[in-house]
């Protein structure tokens, strides 16, 4: 790019134009011009070929362009003005260019080959530079703008021309600086004049005279100084005319308030006939020889003689070694700064003219010599301002110095942009009169007045003065930045651009940021950072003087560069300053999607946040359709950040064929549940459903559900901020099709949203939803359901439940959404809405975490991911099904350890079905169910009040058997919808802990549903108990040293401390019979009763029991026990039976017993009456007494089977041998049942708890009443025997305290098991 | 709104407040820029900054990539010396091989200390990189490492 064409232009020898108001007003009243306009189109002479010495050198001037300019106009306008005018020229260049949009494809055009033009991209620049450089013109210091002629012009008709010229010349008003004889005045005899007659045709003036006037006046003033002009030939016709319309306007500039500038005060009015409506082509042809023959016959050759002139006077003071040394003795006399200008007529202002006079004939080598010249002595009297001046001038010189040979090799070889770095740090520094006051400020400060003394401020024309230093030092930048890019050295450009921009004014700042940063891009490869900061700079300075356009323009232009690069700070910056533009710029959209960026704040002051919040609201507080705002394709709606929602992890809460009671039964592993299942559905599943098939709909797994129940999926909700946000009308985002009718009547999406324009939803059906079918392969497509937002909540077919949640600052929140189906059908979530602080919607679509396919199946994430069950958001809503429902959780929070607790379930069918075939699979030994198989033919509502007559204790598969329990309930009963049904469970926890509790329980619909549709559901249940230890015993069995058949034994039975306060009531000896594999032995029962509550023990007869259908077992017989002390004679009158109350506990000891009709069994229970606080312990002395011998009929044929086994008659034999050596004589052994839970023996002590319990409950039911509370334990009780399912032990019966004296219904029985019993376990059979 | 034009052009326009605000808090800001040019570490080793601080410390260390660029093909060595300056803030650079950079902005330090602080930090940067989980653009959120650097620059650069 060649720069000198523009160069040229800008400078070019003026010509100041003064004419008479009469002759003003022959071109001003018929054509709306001055003269000056009328001259100006002509300004350019090409060909004359004049011959013109300058110094030494004579050259031929081919072309020639003239400026001119009204007497009254050459002054520089103040710097005020100026500003003023160029923020005015900014706005409007960018008003009329600047797109708020950035330049798109930027990078990708200056990576290009031809890279963009720096004039497209900042054109506003490129005004202002011009309206810049013509503003600083006519200044002090340099005379490139002085004019060098002058031309008069008066009325051709006038009597004695002469006369006029005169009075013209007189009246003269002279521009300021030819009034402060700076500038070369006119009144000078030598100054170039040229004398014109308007002659008006239109007017009719006598041509004669005007010839005559001609003729006069160049005899006065010579020949080829008068010319005669004539105008207004034509008729007032637009169209007569041939100048095209805008052909004066081209060349008049903007007018100023204050005048000057070189253009006048205000524009002629414009004539009825439009400017230049007399004007014909004969007369702009006379004007363009007249300007031509002016200028070669006036101007040139009088530039001549003045160039010889002050060359000569130059030559005489300056040049030469006289004058050297001359100067080199007298000068540097003293270190003085100055910024006065120098007159006309001085030797240092005629070296300024004539160098700028060679400079305007473009005799650059010779101009430069005259500036080298002139800067020395400049710079020697320090005047900063000339030397500045001439600096500049001499890197132009050396720019357009240069014809031959490419520009670009020139300059490097050469920059001149050392010279303008000269004559910018010299005009930037402080006019005299500044620094003299900074000296008067420093000066006073030292002295005694002390700093109170204000700073004297310097004087205002100082101040304009350094602004217009300021001016003339980023002219110099602007120059040599034109330069630099022309030679191709932009980051040359830019570090001249930077050093300028940062002292200077806001606007002119911001343009040479932005073309520092547009330079940037220019170097190879580009500088893309660096543009992207600079414009940000360039960005701030624009705000700063309110052109917010560029501003905007030059935010977005960098906006994404920045973005996505998590440069976080620097990204809030954007958005900041570009919301709060868009916002005073009207662009509300854009200003949300810029404050919405920011609302992602957490990093800043709680105050802040509220800021930016409260801002984003507002702003959006008058929108009423949010989904409307989109940018790049994403509407706002979908992008809103708070609250902060994780939409990878869902988790849906949907009942299938399986219904969960409360969150806890969730958390239980899925295996256990299908384990527990299999046993009841192990009937009507067979290989092909159980698991082995896929829920799969067009490769997409889905889950189940049913109609009527709803669906929740748990969403994480989380509040980022300080602030309390306020979520409402929180809901998920579905679509439904209906079971049938996708093929019939398309495919009727109903979803719903928050408010706004619904698109094609259900409502619409009909020819929208055909729409829908007919281009969309499947119906359930997601995209195929567009962002469809709805009005209503839901449809007919899906009922979608609002939530809402208020999340304090930085909490986290799982709320459970729920949509419920009204009809069959497919069902879809596809995400969530809400509103945000009752204004913002939001919207997020779900994107759930699974596992890749390896070989994805189409498109959707369904299709390309597995997910679990928890995750599928596709459901196939099944027609009504009964469901089973829990209806209060009956356990306890907290049991003891051995207490026997009745809990009642409460089972309703919520569905709208009958339910069959219910079952109930328990998954814990410890806790049975009462089985029986009588009376199942009762009515239904019968056997509700007595449950156990129709449980029936099925078999489990056989791997299962041991830790599962099936019962089925009522075969061939139905459970009608709604009906609730009661359920007695017994709870008997032995360990210490936790009790995870699994129950399920199982029905199937009455009516076999459709194909496809669900066989069965099942409730399940897990209950928690914690089960904390009450008393512990630590008995002691030594030989008696009386009896050989008896034994000794000293219980210590220890309350724990945290426990309740309890009274040990009866202590019974159990014998355990021997069970296959189960460990056998004696034991005793200590059964606690309340303190103060009489007791009739032995009350119970062998009656009450019930009948033992198989007793395979022996029954116990033998052992009693009774305090030491009692008369031994209670071993052999078992039969007697007292039933004293036991009031003293070791006075009055009753052996107590029940005759057993089979086995005259002797007493083995002692009433007792013993409290115990926490904390405390009893010590019981009791005597086992052994039973009298009995023959070993049956008992031979199980004894040997079981390695441990006792059985009474060998114990009996084996009591004489106490210290037969056994292995398990260190006394260690524990019972088998614990010991070694292989499944035989679980599964056999499942079936003794529940034999026990159901003996237990028939004593509850038919003794105590409804109290349910289990008065007395009868040692001998079979039932209670098994239920010492831990092998030989004691049973301690007691109760709470407080429970029993509010005599509340809850029987409380602690077994306490004595597992290390070493005098019981060291018999053994032989 | 006006106050905030009024704070930008302070704190990014006037060199001379902008010295007095280095005088009260010396700035000196440590990024490890990773190589798709997120900040993947970054912490501020002279304390918290207002605002427009942050912003312009971000900015000139975002622009300083473009010097790095340039610089690390005239050097033979990774510890590139003072490549960008800004309003009297300098950024000095150091590029690992994986094309990794470390840059600290400060006010005037001496560069020895600096380079020794590189190195140190590379070492630990090494170990961060070990991680099989460590990409391009993760960010370290290493508390060990974080206040191993810390405790590099109190040692290294006071």
Redesign the interface.
């Known amino acids: 790019m060649d720069i000198r064409p523009w160069l040229h232009d800008l400078y070019a020898p003026s010509i100041l134009v003064a004419a008479t108001p009469a002759a003003e007003a022959v071109l001003q009243v018929k054509n709306g011009l001055s003269l000056v306009d009328l001259l100006r189109p002509y300004s350019s002479v090409y060909q004359l070929n004049v011959p013109v010495r300058v110094g030494e050198a004579s050259v031929r001037v081919q072309d020639l362009r003239v400026r001119f300019y009204d007497a009254a106009t050459l002054y520089q306008p103040p710097s005020e003005v100026m500003e003023e005018q160029l923020q005015e020229v900014l706005k409007a260049a960018a008003q009329r260019h600047a797109r708020l949009d950035p330049v798109p494809d930027l990078l990708q055009r200056f990576m290009s080959d031809n890279p963009p033009d720096m004039r497209d991209l900042t054109p506003w620049f490129t005004a202002y530079r011009s309206e810049f450089l013509r503003l600083l013109r006519f200044g002090d210091h340099e005379s490139l703008d002085y004019p060098v002629t002058c031309i008069y012009a008066i009325p051709a008709d006038v009597v004695n021309p002469a006369s006029h010229f005169d009075t013209l010349v007189g009246q003269l008003v002279m521009p300021p600086l030819m009034q402060q004889d700076i500038m070369y005045t006119v009144r000078d005899k030598d100054f170039p004049r040229h004398y014109l007659l308007l002659l008006d045709m239109a007017a009719g003036m006598s041509e004669k005279r005007a010839l005559e006037n001609l003729a006069a006046i160049r005899r006065l003033y010579g020949e080829a100084h008068c010319s005669l002009l004539r105008v207004n030939s034509g008729n007032g016709d637009r169209a007569h005319s041939g100048a095209p319309v805008d052909f004066f306007a081209r060349f008049q500039h903007a007018c100023l308030t204050s005048g000057g500038a070189g253009e006048p005060l205000a524009r002629p009015p414009t004539p009825s006939g439009g400017v230049g409506a007399y004007l014909t082509v004969q007369d702009l042809d006379s004007v363009g020889s007249f300007v031509r023959e002016f200028v070669s016959r006036t101007l040139l050759p009088k530039l001549e003689e003045r160039i010889a002139r002050l060359n000569a006077s130059i030559t005489a003071t300056r040049r030469g070694l006289r004058n050297r040394l001359n100067r080199f003795w007298k000068g540097n006399a003293e270190d003085r700064q100055t910024d006065r200008p120098y007159p006309w007529h001085s030797v240092e202002g005629q070296m300024r003219q004539l160098g700028d006079l060679a400079f305007l004939l473009r005799q650059y080598a010779f101009a430069e010599s005259t500036y080298r010249l002139a800067a020395q002595d400049y710079l020697a009297e320090g005047n900063s301002k000339w030397y500045a001046g001439v600096e500049e001038m001499i890197g132009l010189c050396t720019v357009l110095g240069e014809p031959a040979d490419p520009i670009a090799a020139v300059l490097l070889q050469n920059d001149p942009m050392k010279y303008f770095m000269r004559a910018y740090e010299n005009y930037i520094k402080p006019p005299a009169a500044v620094l003299a006051a900074a000296t008067v400020a420093v000066t006073s400060a030292n002295g005694p007045v002390g700093p109170a003394t204000a700073m004297p401020s310097p004087p205002p024309s100082a101040v304009a003065a350094s602004k217009i230093g300021r001016m003339l030092a980023t002219r110099v930048i602007l120059l040599g930045a034109a330069v630099q890019t022309a030679a191709g050295r932009h980051r040359a450009t830019s570090d001249a651009l930077m050093r300028a921009q940062s002292e200077e004014e806001n606007a002119r700042a911001g343009l040479l940021l932005e073309q520092s940063a547009y330079s940037m891009l220019y170097v190879r490869p580009p500088l893309v950072r660096k543009f992207a900061f600079q414009m940000v700079l360039a960005g701030i300075r624009y705000i700063c003087c309110g052109q917010k356009r560029i501003a905007i323009h030059a935010y977005r232009q960098v906006l994404a560069l920045y973005l996505g690069k998590k440069w976080k700070y620097i990204e809030e910056h954007l958005h900041a300053v570009l919301g709060a533009q868009c916002v005073e710029y009207g662009d509300k959209e854009r200003a949300l999607w810029h404050f919405c960026a920011l609302l992602d704040c957490a990093h800043r002051p709680s105050a802040q946040q509220h800021n930016n919040v409260t801002q984003f609201l507002n702003l959006l507080t008058g929108i009423r359709d949010q989904l409307a705002i989109t940018q790049d394709g994403a509407n706002l709606v979908d992008r809103l950040p708070l609250p902060v929602i994780n939409r990878h992890d869902v988790r849906v809460l949907c009942s299938d064929a399986a219904c969960y009671a409360g969150p806890s039964a969730r958390t239980v592993p899925d295996s256990t549940w299908l384990k527990m299942e299999a046993c009841c559905t192990s009937g009507s599943n067979n290989w092909l459903v159980d698991g082995g098939a896929k829920q799969e709909r067009d490769h997409e797994e889905y889950s189940m559900c049913v109609c009527g129940e709803e669906v929740g999926v748990q969403v994480e909700f989380r509040n980022p901020l300080a602030v309390k946000l306020k979520v409402t009308n929180v809901r998920l985002i579905c679509s439904f099709t209906p079971e049938g009718d996708a093929g019939a009547s398309g495919s009727r999406m109903a979803a719903s949203g928050d408010a706004g324009p619904l698109s094609a939803t259900a409502e619409r059906s009909g020819d929208v939803s055909s729409v829908v079918l007919t281009d969309s392969a499947h119906p359930l497509l997601p995209g195929q359901s567009p962002a469809a937002l709805t009005s209503q909540p839901g449809s007919e077919f899906i009922a979608i439940s609002e939530a809402q949640l208020t999340l304090h600052p930085g909490e986290a929140m799982v709320e459970v959404l729920r949509v419920l189906p009204h009809a069959p059908g497919w069902l879809r979530i596809t995400g969530v809405t809400w509103t945000l602080n009752g204004v913002a919607h939001g919207r997020i679509n779900f994107d759930v975490k699974g596992r890749r396919r390896k070989r994805p199946k189409g498109t959707r994430p369904g299709q390309l991911k597995h997910y679990p069950p928890h995750r599928r958001l596709l459901f196939q809503v099944v027609p009504a099904m009964p469901r089973l429902e829990l209806m209060s959780d009956p356990l306890p929070a907290a049991l003891y350890s051995g207490e026997l607790c009745r809990v009642m379930m409460r089972i309703r069918n919520s569905g709208r079905l009958p339910l069959r075939a219910l079952a109930l699979v328990v998954g814990h030994p410890e806790a049975v169910c009462p089985a029986t198989d009588a009376n199942k033919d009762k009515p239904l509502l019968e056997s509700l009040k007595d449950p156990r007559e129709v449980v029936q204790l099925s078999k489990v598969p056989h791997s299962l058997r041991g830790s599962l329990q099936l019962y089925r309930l009522w075969p061939g009963r139905e459970l009608a919808p709604g009906e609730v049904l009661e359920w007695p469970l017994w709870l008997h926890p032995r360990g210490v802990g936790t009790l995870k509790l699994p129950i399920v329980w199982y029905g199937e619909p009455a009516v076999s549903g459709a194909k496809g549709s669900m066989r069965h559901r099942t409730l399940r249940v897990c209950g928690s108990v914690s089960v904390q230890p009450l008393l512990a015993a630590r008995p002691t069995v030594w030989p008696s040293p009386t009896h050989l058949s008896h034994y000794l034994l000293r219980l210590a039975i220890d309350n724990s401390k945290e426990g309740e306060r309890v009274v040990l009531q009866q202590v019974a000896a159990v014998t355990v019979p021997p069970l296959t594999g189960g460990g056998g032995g004696g034991g005793g029962v200590i059964t606690g009763k309340p303190k103060g509550a009489a007791l009739a023990p032995g009350l119970r007869t062998q009656s009450t029991m019930p009948p033992r259908s198989t007793s395979s077992r022996s029954l116990s017989t033998g052992w009693c026990i009774s305090l030491v002390g009692s008369p031994s004679s209670a071993s052999a009158g078992g039969a007697a039976e007292q039933s004293q109350p036991p009031v003293g506990a070791a006075s009055t000891v009753t052996g107590e017993g029940v005759s057993g009709a089979t086995a005259g069994v002797l007493p083995r229970s002692l009433p007792l009456a013993e409290p115990l606080q926490p904390g405390e312990s009893a010590s019981l002395f009791l005597q086992l007494i052994a039973p009298p011998p009995q023959p070993p009929l049956t008992k031979n044929q199980t004894g040997p089977a079981s390695g441990t086994g006792l059985t009474t008659t060998e114990m009996a034999t084996g009591g004489t041998t106490g210290a037969d050596p056994s292995p398990l004589a260190s006394g260690m052994v524990t019972p088998a049942g614990s010991e070694d839970p292989s499944i035989t023996t679980t599964a056999a002590s499942v079936a003794q708890a529940a034999e026990a319990v159901r003996s237990l409950a028939l004593v509850d039911s038919s003794s105590t009443g409804p109290s349910g509370r289990l008065r007395f334990v009868d040692g001998s009780d079979t039932g209670l025997q098994q239920l010492n399912l831990f092998g030989p032990g004691v049973l301690a019966h007691f109760c709470r305290l407080p429970l029993a004296l509010s005599c509340t219904a809850r029987g409380c029985r602690i077994e306490v098991s004595l597992p290390h019993c070493p005098g019981l376990h060291s018999f053994r059979p032989k | 709104?006006i106050s905030?034009?009024?704070e930008?052009?302070c704190s990014?326009?006037n060199?001379r407040s902008k010295t007095k605000l280095q005088m009260s808090a010396p700035t000196l800001t440590f990024v490890i820029v990773g190589q798709e040019?997120?900040?993947i570490y970054e912490v501020d080793l002279t304390g918290p900054k207002e605002?427009q601080t942050?912003?312009l410390?971000?900015?000139?260390l975002?622009?300083?990539?473009?010097?790095v660029d340039e610089q690390m093909w005239l050097s033979k060595e990774p510890h590139l010396k003072v490549v960008d300056r800004f309003?009297g803030l300098n950024v000095t650079a150091f590029v690992t091989a994986g094309n990794t950079r470390f840059l600290l902005l400060h006010d005037g330090r001496s560069d020895d200390s600096i380079r020794s602080f590189f190195t140190e930090v590379y070492e630990l940067y090494l170990r961060v990189l070990l991680n099989p989980f460590h990409t391009p653009?993760t960010?370290i959120t290493s508390r060990e490492f974080d206040r191993k650097v810390k405790l590099l620059a109190k040692r290294l650069l006071g």
């Not at chain 2, 410390?57 to 000139?60: I, P, S, T």
């Not at chain 2, 975002?62 to 010097?67: E, G, I, K, P, R």
């Open positions: 709104k905030l034009d009024k930008y052009s990014l326009n060199s040019d997120h900040p605002q942050q912003y410390h971000q900015f000139v975002h622009s300083s990539l473009d010097a309003n653009t960010r």
